[in-house]
């Protein structure tokens, strides 16, 4: 079955905070339907487009935060595959964005980008288990419709406004002992490659090709469409818990993180304790859940709360342990809310999960460099896996996320001192948040970088799809 949703759904604008969501999303370039070729242009000159909300207050041609300013103003947004074809041959340098929630100049080009916000068909097989979605979905758009037809995706991350193609293509996770970040589910891509030709790779057939493409940094082609696997739909419930010592963490670390289905743990970094856990219990058929009022003696929390000291918790999904689906529970942030705290920026850092516990008291001894700049750390766990470029690349993985105030002066002198002590446990920054690790030590980390740098050069020998942010963490050294 196919479904075409235009791009936002109406009902989506409709729920959200309209200024929000022009902030968060690519309509600025649906924007300009007509010529197809959308120049950021300020608000206040962009055409409207049909079914969109109005373009009061959007933004100009930059990231979801705020903190990047794209290098160039010339966006393409092709209405179908041929005519992406048509600016890829077109194009001598380009680079395809999303819905720009990364942090970094990952998706920057200073000369093309294209929006694939027109590709947003969604189109269940029932028989294969699997769903073919179209570059320009959200998650926040795609869940709601497999849902509807009995179906579930494994995992999302802590909100629902990004695009399947950006999360997967920066290994964007969820949470989880035994799950994969969210580009494990996928099982076929649809990529158009440098000389505008349309490359199909699939798992089962492909392996070391498909290996090197998923997580493909925007660096071997634009991705059209992307096949996932699916699951029965289930019921999740989300319980909060306050004050957990990390004495408690040291002696029980699996057993915390293994005490749901997706479990975050949230601090300050002071007084050595998570201020909240966050645990998404996944429920059987008919399950009722009666969530305890103790967890390694923290105490359950009895309101709902926001990840942040002193945020409403209106904008998140629903705690206190009441069951709802899975695509309202995984993520920590509805979709018509904006997620987090709106202004901040963002790091994280991937290590062995069996030195976990060493790594957070690591970063402990900087608590008070880095509490004043911060509004919040998470902590999560993501399955190994076997895509080349993934941060959790064959690693069982203990993300160390920093969401920070957006003070980059500062945060930028603190990130060298967090590298320094996450050395030791050879960290991976997210591929799509703030760090400052020198390039050859990132290369030195992905084990599988010589074999993705010659797939890139066979399937893009100039360097078409390359921007200054490839070039440096991958090419330079
Ligand atoms: C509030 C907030 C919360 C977040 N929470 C999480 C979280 O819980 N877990 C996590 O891991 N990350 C998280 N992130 C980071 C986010 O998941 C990544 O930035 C992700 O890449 C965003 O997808 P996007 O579509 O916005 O990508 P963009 O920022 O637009 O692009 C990212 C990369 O994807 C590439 N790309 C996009 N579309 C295509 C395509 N069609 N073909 C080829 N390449 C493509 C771009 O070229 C670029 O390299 C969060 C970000 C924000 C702002």
């Known amino acids: 079955m196919l479904f075409q949703h235009p791009s936002p759904p109406v009902e989506v604008i409709a729920e959200m905070n309209k200024r929000e969501f022009l902030k968060s999303s690519g309509a600025f370039v649906a924007g300009s339907i007509a010529s197809r070729f959308a120049p950021a242009q300020p608000a206040s000159q962009q055409p409207h487009a049909q079914g969109a909300a109005t373009p009061q207050g959007a933004a100009t041609h930059e990231n979801w935060a705020g903190n990047i300013h794209y290098s160039t103003e010339h966006v393409h947004t092709p209405a179908n595959l041929d005519e992406l074809r048509d600016v890829v041959k077109k194009c001598s340098k380009l680079r395809a964005i999303g819905s720009r929630h990364s942090f970094n100049r990952i998706a920057d080009s200073n000369q093309n980008q294209v929006s694939l916000a027109n590709l947003n068909a969604i189109e269940i097989d029932e028989h294969a288990r699997t769903v073919m979605v179209g570059a320009g979905v959200r998650y926040g758009q795609l869940a709601p419709v497999i849902d509807a037809k009995g179906y579930a995706l494994h995992n999302l991350a802590s909100l629902p406004h990004i695009s399947v193609a950006g999360a997967i293509a920066t290994a964007t996770h969820g ?39 998923v997580v493909g940094l925007g660096a071997v082609g ?42 975050s743990l949230f601090t300050d970094w002071q007084n050595h304790r998570a201020t909240q856990v966050w645990i998404k219990r996944r429920l059987a058929a008919g399950e009722t859940h009666n969530p305890a009022p103790d ?48 202004r901040e920026l963002q790091t994280e850092y991937f290590v062995p999960r069996e030195h976990g516990y060493e790594a957070i008291l690591a970063v402990e001894k900087l608590k008070d460099k880095i509490t004043r700049h911060l509004f919040v750390t998470e902590l999560r766990t993501i399955a190994a896996d076997g895509l080349w470029m993934s941060t959790a690349y064959q690693r069982d993985s203990l993300a160390i996320h920093f969401t920070w105030k957006p003070e980059w002066d500062i945060v930028k002198q603190i990130l060298p001192q967090i590298e320094a002590q996450l050395k030791p446990f050879a960290p991976r920054p997210h591929w799509a948040k703030l760090f400052t690790i020198p390039p050859q030590q990132i290369q030195s980390e992905y084990t599988r970088l010589p074999e993705f740098k010659a797939f890139l050069n066979r399937h893009d020998p100039t360097g078409k799809f390359r921007n200054e942010f490839l070039q440096t963490n991958l090419f330079a050294g």
């Not at 035994?178 to 699939?202: K, Q, W, Y």
């Not at 390694?296 to 904008?315: C, D, F, Q, V």
């Open 175 to 213: 949470s989880g002992l035994h799950n994969g970040n969210l580009a494990t589910p996928v099982r076929a891509l649809e990529i158009v490659t440098a000389t505008g030709d349309v490359l199909h790779l699939s798992r089962d057939r492909d392996r070391d090709q498909f290996a090197a493409a």
């Open 295 to 342: 967890f390694y003696n923290a105490k359950r929390a009895t309101e709902k709360l926001h990840p942040i000291a002193g945020h409403p918790a209106e904008s998140c999904t629903e705690q206190l342990g009441i069951p709802g689906p899975w695509y309202q529970r995984l993520p920590h942030f509805k979709m018509e809310f904006t997620p987090s705290s709106g």
């Open 222 to 263: 634009i991705v059209t469409r992307v096949t996932l696997d699916l699951q029965p739909t289930f019921q999740v419930a989300q319980t909060v818990y306050q004050n957990l010592s990390f004495s408690e963490l040291e002696r029980n670390f699996d057993g915390i993180f293994g005490a749901g289905y997706s479990v």
